[in-house]
Nanobody
Framework: QVQLVESGGGLVQAGGSLRLSCAASGSSTSFNAMGWYRQAPGKQRELVATSTSGGSTNYADSVKGRFTISRGTAKNTVYLQMNSLKPEDTAVYYC?????????WGPGTQVTVSS
């Protein structure tokens, strides 16, 4: 059974940076597409960024130029470097494996940006 574990969330002041990490275990194969989503209180979960093993990336307009997604050298790892954080970036951030049949989600990590 595939399990995802996120780390790196926390409390930071506006303008600061955080780096989120995610590792997927329980699979003998490498996943092509992994990504990050977030959900703020009272809002729907939304895409933040995705990355494929071929190097393609996709970002939400709200984070372009501030966030960078990257894949690790270890199998099935993905990172999210978040710079110039804003209070509106406050949310629970979820790592995901993107499959044709759906998503595998991690439990989430809280990111809080104070003004």
């Amino acid at each position: 059974q595939v399990q995802l574990v996120e780390s790196g969330g926390g409390l930071v002041q506006a303008g600061g940076s955080l780096r989120l990490s995610c590792a997927a275990s329980g699979s003998s194969t490498s996943f092509n597409a992994m990504g990050w989503y977030r959900q703020a209180p009272g809002k729907q979960r939304e895409l933040v960024a995705t990355s494929t093993s071929g190097g393609s990336t996709n970002y939400a307009d709200s984070v372009k130029g501030r966030f960078t997604i990257s894949r690790g050298t270890a199998k099935n790892t993905v990172y999210l470097q978040m710079n110039s954080l804003k209070p509106e970036d406050t949310a629970v951030y979820y790592c995901a494996v993107l499959l044709r049949s759906g998503r595998i989600w991690g439990p989430g990590t809280q990111v809080t940006v104070s003004s």
